[in-house]
């Protein structure tokens, strides 16, 4: 079974930084893609970022480039997001997604995790 | 890179059928036939509900269809269920490896 869980979330001040993390478990973690996608409170999904099953390539939304680190340790099946220079319009759940397709980029995440969320305010 | 347009709301009747359209452009729906569906009921995580324009996820029922017709893609839910009542997003790739979703559109099963 498919198992996506973050973690890391919680209140930060303006300007700080936090690191999340998603462990994932029931499938070969470094075949797959994964996406962070966010969601403001009562807002709809915005994408953040993206990285390939090796790491290789990763993208960025143009809201978060410069500010936030997608990275994975596929030794330890869990991606991450480093998240530097917060803002107040960060504040949102972040949900780590798999692609659903073998070795490909991110298009569609047929598996998400329950989000966590990432509150920005002094 | 402006989001999706979707309708704010669609509504119907247990039975009946009901289509959610998503805009976008040229450089992102109109071209690429990665548009995917989600359903999302609230304080849940997203679900995929159709993918790569038109094609389902196992698991997913055969109510749900997808389409595209130049820049708008559409979700249609056909025998609508109370358990269809949720909020819909699109989202299409958009080029140099950007995503983009719709607004979102709350679907209400009268």
């Known amino acids: 079974e498919v198992q996506l869980l973050e973690s890391g979330g919680g209140l930060v001040q303006p300007g700080g930084s936090l690191r999340l993390s998603c462990a994932a478990s029931g499938f070969t973690f470094s075949s797959y893609a994964f996406s962070w996608v966010r969601q403001a409170p009562g807002k709809g999904l915005e994408w953040v970022s993206s990285?390939?099953?090796?790491?290789?390539?990763?993208y960025y939304a143009d809201s978060v480039k410069g500010r936030f680190t997608i990275s994975r340790d596929n030794s330890k099946n869990t991606l991450y997001l480093q998240m530097n220079s917060l803002r107040a319009e960060d504040t949102a759940v972040y949900y780590c997604a798999k692609d659903m397709q073998y070795n490909s980029d991110w298009r569609a995440g047929d598996y998400w995790g329950q989000g966590t969320l990432v509150t920005v305010s002094s | 890179q402006s989001a999706l347009t979707q309708p704010p709301s669609a509504s119907g009747s247990p039975g009946q059928s009901v289509t959610i359209s998503c805009t976008g452009t040229s450089s992102d729906v109109g071209t690429y036939n990665y548009v995917s569906w989600y359903q999302q009921h609230p304080g849940k995580a997203p679900k995929l509900m159709i993918y790569e324009v038109s094609k389902r996820p196992s698991g997913v029922p055969d109510r749900f269809s997808g389409s595209k017709s130049g820049n708008t893609a559409s979700l249609t839910v056909s025998g609508l269920q109370a358990e269809d009542e949720a909020d819909y997003y699109c989202s299409s790739y958009a080029g140099i490896n950007n995503m983009i979703f719709g607004g979102g559109t709350k679907l209400t099963v009268l």
């Open positions: 990285i390939s099953g090796r790491g290789g390539s990763i």
